[in-house]
T-cell receptor, first 110, second 114 residues
Framework: GQSLEQPSEVTAVEGAIVQINCTYQTSGFYGLSWYQQHDGGAPTFLSYNALDGLEETGRFSSFLSRSDSYGYLLLQELQMKDSASYFCAVNPDSNYQLIWGAGTKLIIKP | DTGVSQNPRHKITKRGQNVTFRCDPISEHNRLYWYRQTLGQGPEFLTYFQNEAQLEKSRLLSDRFSAERPKGSFSTLEIQRTEQGDSAMYLC????????????FGPGTRLTVT
């Protein structure tokens, strides 16, 4: 089967840094994506890693280690508006259908 | 860039009725995906189009579900003989052929089957 594991919930303080981990077991691997979803909203693309290493986009960074089947999303300078669910998703083949994790609910406290 | 649009945003139907949803992708994107999402879960892949060709369909999709993308533009998803278990958010996404890792989602259609 194909599976992605990520923590169900993470709590952090406004202004702090938080890391959300994702491990995957899939039949193939083309890349790891991260999406943000606010309650009642649609997923919004954050980042995509096809190669090992760290990708930085503003306050958000994403890391991938293909040998460890592992990645993480790093959020810096947390703001209250970052409270949302964060999903990791894998492309197992060239059709780019996404296999999704169950999501991590990020709770930010003032 | 008007983004991905979906209609209707909400649909309430009685069990056994047929429903049809529409998705208009970003105009220059030739890949189009349909997903289903229930509360507390990640989106679940349903089907995928490259232009007008339906290239993949989830094994989880029963014969009651059908999707089309005539002329490679908008797409429709039809559910026949709806069941209460079909209640979910139906999401459409599109992406350019050069990078399917970045998908743009519409606001979704929330289906409630009573």
């Amino acid at each position: 089967g194909q599976s992605l594991e990520q923590p169900s919930e993470v709590t952090a303080v406004e202004g702090a840094i938080v890391q959300i981990n994702c491990t995957y077991q899939t039949s193939g691997f083309y890349g790891l994506s991260w999406y943000q979803q606010h309650d009642g909203g649609a997923p919004t693309f954050l980042s995509y890693n096809a190669l090992d290493g760290l990708e930085e986009t503003g306050r958000f960074s994403s890391f991938l280690s293909r040998s460890d089947s592992y990645g993480y999303l790093l959020l810096q300078e947390l703001q209250m508006k970052d409270s949302a669910s964060y999903f990791c998703a894998v492309n197992p083949d060239s059709n780019y259908q996404l296999i999704w994790g169950a999501g991590t609910k990020l709770i930010i406290k003032p | 860039d008007t983004g991905v649009s979906q209609n209707p945003r909400h649909k309430i139907t009685k069990r056994g009725q047929n429903v049809t949803f529409r998705c208009d992708p970003i105009s220059e994107h030739n890949r189009l995906y349909w997903y289903r999402q229930t509360l507390g879960q990640g989106p679940e892949f349903l089907t995928y189009f490259q232009n007008e060709a339906q290239l993949e369909k989830s094994r989880l999709l029963s014969d009651r579900f059908s999707a089309e993308r005539p002329k490679g533009s908008f797409s429709t998803l039809e559910i026949q003989r709806t069941e209460q278990g079909d209640s979910a958010m139906y999401l459409c996404a599109s992406s350019p052929s050069t990078d399917g890792g970045e998908q743009y989602f519409g606001p979704g259609t929330r289906l409630t089957v009573t």
